[in-house]
């Protein structure tokens, strides 16, 4: 119990670094190749599958799956990557339960779906650990594009374009690539330097130029980008946080949870400051990564607090289930109306009751409760900061997003855009979907005009 007292009652190493590292063990461990072998075979393969219609990616689930079962395994990883180039990461963060396996034929009161999504990453696995490089790119076409942003959108979307032959620079306003797989998924999630692994395997391709601490709106603007090159991808994810709105959100001990879940990922975890009693705020896979994250550093107690019922939590019931079976106390229909704290640092967190009036709307019932809280996470949603694509002419926004067609393309005739910056489910999956058709798109504008 070693560790630097801070103000309040957090320190870190609450835990000892074996604990924390047994705590970080792999959320599912891998399939070993008897049950990868057992679990294809469980395989339907079925006509029209509608696990490949649930996909975001269109993924060919019983194709892939029925190269497992012959033993084909780089041919099956092949056949993922054709349609996402994430396909590892994907087989360990995507909401597989509310996806391609919730649609599975197997998935029956008596029996279990198949287990596509570990399939997924024991075949890509198979594949990086043989050191294979299936992709090479067609003859440079002359054409260059620019992408901004390297995450799951940007990358891969250059991937695809490299692949086509263009010449592919991204800009990344950080020190490294891979967006939210390298800074904001859950560490257990993303063992051994899982992202970076994925993103070397990207640029194995060739034609794609990484410069990192480069910022749209900082370091080059739009208009630049757009004479410079002969078309542009915009995919700079959320780049905000929402604020509860409340007094006191800047007092030592309040966090918001994305950048908190950045020092997870990237910091010594026996280093990281962690406090006997933690409140969290919100409703959605953030918040229940920050609450599962801060149990497993040691927190003696971990309340996330959600205004509405949960039904309508944002975190798929899995994501509950690992939340409730780590420790966390799930509280909803309360919202926060007071931050205590004494001498600048956070004491408590009040709440008050809510319920749903006749007219659906809502409302406090004026009845409150405190926790006691020496942290609090924020974990109440992300947004667009439309300024850094600030200039002459701006791509045109809806609902607070970059505004797309079903090709990815802006109001700008030679700029697309894609991932969390657009509208639609913010998952990585779709990030990923969301570059692939950009770049079909871009491709057909290069060859075509
Ligand atoms: C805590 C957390 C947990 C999540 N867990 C899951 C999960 O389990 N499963 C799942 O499917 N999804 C999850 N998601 C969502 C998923 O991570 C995102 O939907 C996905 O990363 C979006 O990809 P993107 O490329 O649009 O954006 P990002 O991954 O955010 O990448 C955008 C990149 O653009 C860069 N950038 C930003 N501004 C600029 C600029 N001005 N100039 C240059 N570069 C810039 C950023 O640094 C970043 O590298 C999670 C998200 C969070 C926050
Ligand atoms: S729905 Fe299930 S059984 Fe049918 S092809 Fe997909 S994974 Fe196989």
């Keep these: ?26 959320l599912h461990a891998p399939l070993t190749e008897y049950q990868a072998i057992q679990e294809s075979a469980r395989c339907l393969f079925c006509h029209d599958a509608p696990c490949t219609e649930a996909c975001p990616t269109d993924i060919d689930i019983p194709g892939f799956i029925r190269k497992i079962a012959s033993g084909n395994i780089n041919g099956a990883a092949k056949s993922i990557l054709d349609e996402n180039i994430m396909g590892n990461t994907c087989g360990n963060v995507c909401p597989v339960e509310e996806l391609c396996e ?17 399939l997924q990453r024991y075949a890509t696995d198979f594949l990086f650990d043989c050191g294979i490089q299936p992709y090479k790119r067609r ?11 390297a995450g799951p959108a940007g990358l891969s979307c250059a991937h695809r374009l490299a692949v086509l032959g263009h010449k592919v620079t991204v800009f990344e306003s950080r020190t490294e690539p891979g967006g939210l797989n390298e800074y904001g998924l859950a560490a257990y999630k993303m063992l051994e330097q899982r992202a970076a692994r994925e993103v070397a395997f990207i640029l194995g391709v060739g034609g794609i130029n990484i410069e990192t601490r480069q910022s749209l709106g900082s370091n080059f603007d739009l208009g630049e980008l757009r004479r410079k090159y002969d078309a542009v991808f915009i995919g700079l994810g959320h780049n905000a946080v929402n ?3 409340i007094e006191n959100e800047e007092i030592e001990g309040v966090h918001n949870a994305v950048d908190f879940i950045e020092r997870i990922r990237q910091e010594n975890l026996s280093t990281l400051p962690v ?7 919100g409703g959605g896979n953030t918040a229940i990564d920050i609450a599962v994250q801060m149990k497993k550093l040691g927190a003696e107690t971990v309340t996330l607090v959600y205004r509405r019922g949960v039904d309508q939590m944002g975190a798929t019931q899995f994501e509950q289930t690992v939340a409730q079976t ?24 009040e709440f008050e009751y809510t319920e749903i009036d006749s007219n659906g709307q809502m409302t ?28 002459a002419e701006v791509p045109a926004l809806a609902g ?3 505004n797309v067609d079903p090709k990815q393309r802006t109001s700008l005739p030679d700029v697309w855009a894609g991932g969390d910056c657009t509208a639609g489910m913010d998952l990585t999956v779709v990030a990923v979907q969301d570059g692939k058709i950009a770049a079909q798109s871009i491709n057909e504008y290069l060859n075509h005009g």
């Excluded at 406090?275 to 705020?281: C, L």
């Design 1 to 26: 119990m070693a560790g630097e007292k801070k103000t309040g009652d957090i320190q870190s190493g609450r835990l000892s670094a074996d604990e924390i590292s047994r705590n970080y063990c792999d």
């Design 102 to 118: 919730q649609v599975c034929v197997k998935n029956t009161a008596e029996e279990k779906p198949v287990v596509i999504g570990q």
């Design 139 to 149: 003859s440079d076409t002359g054409k260059s594009v620019a992408v901004v942003g």
């Design 243 to 245: 604020a509860l709105g």
């Design 275 to 281: 406090g006997r009693n933690i409140v969290v705020i």
């Design 326 to 349: 780590n420790g966390v106390l799930i509280r909803t229909q309360a919202k926060p109306v007071g931050i205590h704290s004494s001498d600048n640092q956070l004491r408590a967190v």
């Design 364 to 391: 406090g019932t004026g009845e409150t409760f405190e926790l006691p809280a020496d942290q609090l996470f924020k974990a109440i949603g992300q947004s667009l900061d439309p300024s850094p694509l600030g200039g």
């Design 400 to 402: 607070g997003r970059i």
